[in-house]
């Protein structure tokens, strides 16, 4: 990290590089997915951030999964997941701010090969993980130009990446055009976990699934998108699915909800409002 600490838009938690004085908007909320705040844009550094007593939250998500927050939340308010694998560990969505403890938590469990992230919501810290750990920024090639802190360790990728031996991105569009999700085989036991970021939505009674173009401005994903999401993650078996948050966790049965709800969520775009079960 920086002295002076990159500049971070606490309304979306996007990183800006560190400057004298901050940028002039945030192109994240102001895009049409996003919201400018009503009182007008916000700036702190991650030095102002922590002095404000923003923290790193580390919990155990299942084994081989650690997840990592910050409190208080910050933009979309999500954690990032450390995939640990014997070839080398993949974190994936960063929040915007991270502290020493948890880059020193993440070092004894091996570091970071690699760090990836499901949308440019939740690029976060991206850049300052990639410096820690001297690991990789991979992300899908449609996105790359929505990365607002640009770094020589992006690598840009299409479709499906394996990244380590049971961990593959996956572009799926829709929310973005690079949309991904990252699926670890290992995951549930062996039965096989999606991390989906926004990608794939995990709805409050974690029995169905749903998609947004825009989750805070309600505007839905056209049938086309929802079917490519569902295609693109169609050859790989999942039986759990972590969105964004530590909660709610789709925690078992996840490729039936997920089908089902995909199905179900085009039947209504369709107008076939008739409740069901
Ligand atoms: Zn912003
Ligand atoms: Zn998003």
């Known amino acids: 990290m920086t002295a002076a600490g990159a500049w971070v838009c606490p309304a979306c938690g996007t990183s800006y590089p560190p400057s004298a004085t901050p ?28 002095q404000s007593g923003h923290r790193s939250e580390l919990r155990e998500v299942e084994p081989g999964l650690l997840g990592i927050g910050v409190e208080p939340e910050l933009g979309v308010g999500h954690r990032a997941l450390l995939v640990q694998t014997p070839a080398g560990n993949v974190l994936w969505d960063p929040p915007a701010f991270v ?67 049971g961990v593959t991105l996956v572009q799926c569009g829709g929310h973005f055009p690079g949309s991904a999700v990252l699926h670890w085989s290992a995951g549930a036991a062996g039965a096989g976990v999606l991390c989906s970021g926004d990608t794939i ?8 699934v749903t998609f947004l173009w825009s989750a805070p401005n309600r505007l839905p994903l056209p049938e086309r998108e929802v079917r490519g999401v569902a295609d693109a993650v169609e050859p790989y078996p999942f ?10 966790v789709v925690r078992g049965d996840a490729k039936r909800v997920f089908e089902r709800s995909a199905e179900r969520y085009v039947e209504i775009l369709r107008g076939e409002l008739t409740a069901r079960g």
Not at 34 to 49: D, I, K, N, S, Y
Not at 239 to 248: A, K, L, S, T, V
């Open 23 to 50: 940028p002039s908007s945030c192109a994240i909320c102001e895009d049409e997915r996003q919201w400018v705040p009503p009182a007008g844009q916000r700036w702190a550094t991650t030095v102002e951030l922590a």
């Open 99 to 165: 502290d020493e403890q948890a880059i020193e938590a993440v070092r004894e469990l091996g570091g970071v090969r690699a760090v990836s992230s499901s949308h440019p919501h939740m690029y976060g810290a991206i850049v300052e993980w990639s410096h820690a750990f001297d690991a990789a920024i991979l992300l899908p090639e449609a996105d790359v130009p929505w990365l607002m802190r640009p770094d020589p360790a992006v690598r840009a990728y299409s479709g499906a990446l394996a990244v380590v031996p």
């Open 201 to 208: 939505f995990v709805t409050p009674g974690e029995d169905r």
């Open 239 to 248: 039986d759990r699915i972590y969105g964004g948050w530590w909660e709610p």
